[in-house]
């Protein structure tokens, strides 16, 4: 059965679905469009194409829909698209998604169509990514093991055909469908409910409208084979959630969750190390509120907790300084902040980027410098944090602002605190702060997160905010920036705390807690 028509006419499948109705909202004008939705789907708003109510296990209503729309090309949409649902609903799942789609190859087959199955990223187990088109297949649950076997029912025919597999796709689905992760950020958030985000999983989240810009790419230059389809930016799902709900200005309540295999890790280690402290004559901490939170877990360690804090080498020469470490700091305008950290989303450097433009106000001429590598690849990981920070300084308009130092060593964290105004440190958890002893044993003035890390380990030496908000960040900045006298309270106060974490002093704390306990065992 050949058609001879000349207008290309299209048929969809899931056409009420997140991708199928962006599919139709960017369909080229010379096309005559055809779809199909499922029974149980409502259709409370128009659509642009032509669309009758199938369900494409039913062989005997397809191949109506076929005689009535006649199609060149068939993109095949219609799936139950969640992985728990299909987990659980093994035999429903492999009818639609699998018995569906060899219904739509043997029609395309008789009514001479070409076909676009659209697939998933699980095909693959996530592992070991980037992924090419020609990585081998290798899914991790069933939903990825029937895209898998419908993939090889379309390879398998004798049809022009284009694969496409998307990877996390977002937004804002057609009336009655399937809910994706931006929706249901965004809703919670605005009914006030916070929301937990894991930071280990990365994905490249795909708007649905850029996936279907693939696909009538790949249809209008008559493409086959496989294609990945995936956004610009690797983010972590962490990331990415802060960046809707930085959109939608909702960002205060999204925080770190963790995944169950993490949650396990954590409560596995928490009880070795508990295990082992019960075992042991003293326990060693290294702030009052750890040894508070130790206290919370197991109140019979009370009386076997040391507090001993971590420290720093006390640079008593002229410290030793890369060229170009020296060039850059030395080429910063004043006055300069400086946060000494590496990148990760506990560390808070989105906030500090939110606060720059009320200190900007002020100061025009201020510089925030980091001690990140911009320039060098580290991992995945670490590079989608510096693509995340570049992102918002630059959407800030703080971009010649921020200056990215690089990987320092213990002499030049010396020699960048020492020419430095402000030592500004907003990260929301530390099982002790290095970074402050640091600008302690520099004579550098700290402003500190507001929490009890930072206050056991700078006291009356640092200024103190709420990291979750920009603007106390910015305030407790500019309470130091041009006030000599409170920057000399702070620094004298800084001159009596840096004792406590030198070297000498904590070792010298370590050989009398040594002592104490082999003369009382």
Same mark, same amino acid.
């Given at each position: 059965?050949?058609?001879?028509?000349?207008s290309?006419?299209?048929l969809?499948?899931?056409?009420?679905?997140?991708? =199928?109705?962006?599919?139709?909202q960017?369909?080229?004008?010379?096309?005559?469009?055809?779809?199909?939705?499922?029974?149980?789907?409502?259709?409370?708003?128009?659509?642009?194409?032509?669309?009758l109510?199938?369900d494409?296990?039913?062989?005997?209503?397809?191949?109506?829909?076929?005689?009535?729309?006649?199609?060149?090309?068939?993109?095949?949409?219609?799936?139950?698209?969640?992985?728990?649902?299909?987990?659980?609903?093994?035999?429903?799942?492999?009818?639609?998604?699998?018995? !569906?789609?060899?219904?739509?190859?043997?029609?395309?087959?008789?009514?001479?169509?070409?076909?676009?199955?659209?697939?998933?990223?699980?095909?693959?187990?996530?592992?070991?990514?980037?992924?090419?088109?020609?990585?081998?297949?290798?899914?991790?649950?069933?939903?990825?093991?029937?895209?898998?076997?419908?993939?090889?029912?379309?390879?398998k025919? =004798?049809?022009?055909?284009?694969i496409?597999?998307?990877?996390?796709?977002?937004?804002?689905?057609?009336?009655?469908?399937?809910?994706?992760?931006?929706?249901?950020?965004?809703?919670?958030?605005?009914?006030?409910?916070?929301?937990?985000?894991?930071?280990?999983?990365?994905?490249?989240?795909?708007?649905?409208?850029?996936?279907?810009?693939?696909?009538?790419?790949?249809?209008?230059q008559n493409?086959?084979?496989?294609?990945?389809?995936?956004?610009?930016?690797?983010?972590?799902?962490?990331?990415?959630a802060?960046?809707?709900?930085?959109?939608?200005?909702?960002?205060?309540?999204?925080?770190? !969750?963790?995944?169950?295999?993490?949650?396990?890790?954590i409560?596995?280690?928490?009880?070795?190390?508990?295990?082992?402290?019960?075992?042991?004559?003293?326990?060693?901490?290294?702030?009052?509120?750890?040894?508070?939170?130790?206290?919370?877990?197991?109140?019979?360690?009370? =009386?076997?907790?040391?507090?001993?804090?971590?420290?720093?080498?006390?640079?008593?020469?002229?410290?030793?300084?890369r060229?170009?470490?020296?060039?850059?700091?030395?080429?910063?305008?004043?006055?300069?902040?400086?946060?000494?950290?590496?990148?990760?989303?506990?560390?808070?450097?989105?906030?500090?980027?939110?606060?720059?433009?009320?200190?900007?106000?002020?100061?025009?001429?201020?510089?925030?410098i980091?001690?990140?590598?911009?320039?060098?690849?580290q991992?995945?990981?670490?590079?989608?944090?510096?693509?995340?920070?570049?992102?918002?300084?630059?959407?800030?308009?703080?971009?010649?602002?921020?200056?990215?130092?690089?990987?320092?060593?213990?002499?030049?964290?010396?020699?960048?605190?020492?020419?430095?105004?402000?030592?500004?440190?907003?990260?929301?958890?530390?099982?002790?702060?290095?970074?402050?002893?640091?600008?302690?044993?520099?004579?550098?003035?700290?402003?500190?997160?507001?929490?009890?890390?930072a206050?056991?380990?700078?006291n009356?030496?640092?200024?103190?905010?709420?990291?979750?908000?920009?603007?106390?960040?910015?305030?407790?900045?500019?309470?130091l920036?041009?006030?000599?006298?409170?920057?000399?309270?702070?620094?004298?106060?800084?001159?009596?705390?840096?004792?406590?974490?030198?070297?000498?002093?904590?070792?010298?704390?370590?050989?009398?807690?040594?002592e104490?306990?082999?003369?009382?065992?």
């Open positions: 059965m050949r058609n001879t028509k000349t290309k006419r299209i969809l499948t899931g056409g009420t679905g997140l991708l =199928g109705v962006a599919i139709q960017l369909a080229p004008e010379n096309i005559k469009g055809f779809s199909v939705y499922f029974p149980e789907r409502s259709l409370p708003t128009s659509l642009p194409f032509s669309i109510v199938a494409v296990t039913d062989r005997k209503r397809m191949k109506s829909v076929f005689e009535w729309a006649m199609p060149d090309v068939v993109i095949h949409t219609a799936a139950i698209g969640s992985v728990d649902f299909a987990e659980i609903n093994r035999e429903h799942t492999r009818k639609v998604n699998v018995g !569906g789609t060899e219904i739509v190859v043997e029609l395309c087959e008789t009514f001479k169509s070409r076909l676009v199955y659209i697939s998933s990223n699980a095909v693959y187990d996530g592992r070991n990514p980037l992924y090419s088109e020609i990585t081998p297949v290798n899914p991790i649950n069933y939903y990825g093991h029937l895209k898998v076997e419908a993939e090889n029912i379309v390879h025919s =004798g049809l022009p055909w284009a496409i597999r998307p990877i996390l796709m977002y937004g804002w689905p057609y009336p009655c469908e399937r809910e994706n992760p931006v929706v249901w950020w965004v809703r919670s958030l605005e009914n006030g409910k916070p929301i937990k985000v894991v930071d280990n999983v990365f994905s490249k989240p795909l708007p649905a409208w850029s996936c279907a810009e693939v696909i009538w790419a790949v249809i209008r493409r086959t084979g496989i294609y990945h389809a995936a956004g610009r930016d690797h983010l972590s799902i962490y990331q990415f802060l960046r809707v709900g930085e959109v939608f200005n909702l960002d205060s309540h999204i925080t770190v !969750g963790y995944s169950f295999l993490k949650r396990f890790r409560d596995f280690l928490r009880r070795q190390i508990l295990s082992s402290a019960k075992a042991s004559k003293a326990v060693i901490v290294q702030t009052e509120s750890m040894r508070d939170r130790v206290k919370k877990f197991e109140p019979s360690l009370s =009386g076997r907790i040391q507090v001993i804090p971590s420290g720093y080498r006390t640079i008593t020469t002229n410290p030793t300084v060229k170009d470490v020296e060039e850059k700091i030395l080429a910063s305008s004043c006055p300069r902040l400086i946060y000494v950290s590496y990148p990760s989303e506990h560390k808070n450097h989105l906030n500090l980027l939110r606060s720059l433009p009320e200190m900007i106000k002020i100061w025009p001429s201020l510089n925030l980091l001690t990140l590598e911009a320039d060098l690849y991992n995945k990981r670490y590079d989608s944090f510096i693509e995340e920070i570049r992102r918002t300084s630059i959407s800030l308009d703080v971009g010649k602002n921020v200056v990215f130092l690089g990987i320092l060593t213990p002499d030049e964290v010396y020699y960048a605190l020492s020419n430095c105004d402000v030592m500004v440190f907003p990260s929301l958890a530390e099982s002790f702060g290095l970074g402050l002893a640091e600008a302690l044993g520099a004579g550098c003035p700290i402003a500190a997160s507001n929490l009890p890390y206050h056991d380990v700078a009356g030496a640092a200024v103190y905010f709420d990291p979750k908000d920009p603007g106390s960040m910015a305030r407790s900045c500019l309470s920036l041009g006030n000599p006298l409170e920057i000399e309270k702070l620094k004298s106060e800084g001159r009596r705390l840096k004792l406590n974490y030198s070297y000498d002093n904590i070792a010298e704390r370590f050989a009398r807690g040594f104490s306990y082999s003369v009382t065992a």
